[in-house]
């Protein structure tokens, strides 16, 4: 009996755990199975209270109405009845201090599973099946587990982070640089050479690796007019969603003074 009592413990919660997970995740209301840790974090959780009630609380409800019917019913029909009764009545009466229908209607359905599974392991055993029915008992929720997992990677729609490349650096310190002195620079790697005041100008922007998905941006600017030369350099170190003024070199260039 205690065998039997366990396999209809174990299945009974693997039943009520898996189907609470699913419900806590949210699967009734997304298209797809949610992420598989999520769905492992509530099944861990859910265990600790779900497998020792039902294995406290339900084996012995079961047992006591297992050994009084056995001893004091001697109809067919009535020793098939008072079980399911008695297991439905139990189940419900563990659900009252909840004062929830769907806790009600999950606790109806919990005692029933764990009536029928008892059942069926009986009549397993009884055809010589036994070893076959532990193992399969065992095996069962694994198996719906595993297909959740599989699922859940079948129908992740979740976008890969795209990689943090040389041109994404360069787009990120270039980026809402309006009103600023960067601004001025090109908005890619490259030159532009212009005419200010008779200065003859050259601004450069340059990128180079310096570590893992961590860039240097170089801003230099370079004048000349007649005997009159100088140049200044910005180098800003760029990652993911940062941006810090590593250098500044070099003076303001004398057209952007007189302005």
Request: proline share 4%; glycine share 6%.
């Amino acid at each position: 009996m205690l065998i039997r009592k366990a396999i209809a413990t174990y299945l009974t919660s693997s039943a009520v755990v898996i189907y609470m997970s699913l419900i806590l995740t949210g699967v009734e209301t997304h298209a797809s199975f949610p992420r598989f840790d999520q769905f492992m974090t509530w099944t861990t959780f859910i265990s600790l209270y779900v497998f020792p009630i039902i294995l406290i609380y339900g084996s012995l409800v079961s047992m006591a109405l297992e050994f009084v019917i056995n001893r004091r019913v001697h109809s067919r029909t009535l020793e098939i009845v008072l079980p399911i009764a008695g297991h439905l009545l139990f189940g419900a009466l563990i659900s009252i201090p909840f004062r929830s229908t769907s806790f009600t209607w999950l606790c109806l359905s919990a005692a029933f599973l764990y009536w029928l599974t008892d059942r069926l392991f009986v009549w397993m055993t009884e055809k010589g099946w036994r070893k076959n029915g532990i193992l399969l008992s065992i095996a069962l929720p694994l198996v719906i587990i595993a297909g959740v997992g599989l699922l859940s990677l079948a129908n992740d729609k979740t976008p890969k982070q795209q990689p943090f490349t040389k041109e994404a650096a360069v787009r990120a310190a270039t980026s809402g640089t309006s009103g600023t002195e960067l601004e001025l620079f090109p908005k890619q790697v490259g030159a532009t050479q212009l005419e200010l005041d008779g200065y003859k100008v050259t601004r450069e922007t340059s990128v180079a690796r310096v570590g893992d998905e961590q860039f240097e941006v170089t801003f230099r600017e370079h004048w000349r007019k007649d005997d009159e030369e100088g140049s200044r350099s910005m180098i800003y170190t760029v990652t993911r969603g940062s941006m810090t003024l590593k250098t500044n070199e070099g003076s303001v260039p004398p057209y952007l003074t007189d302005h």
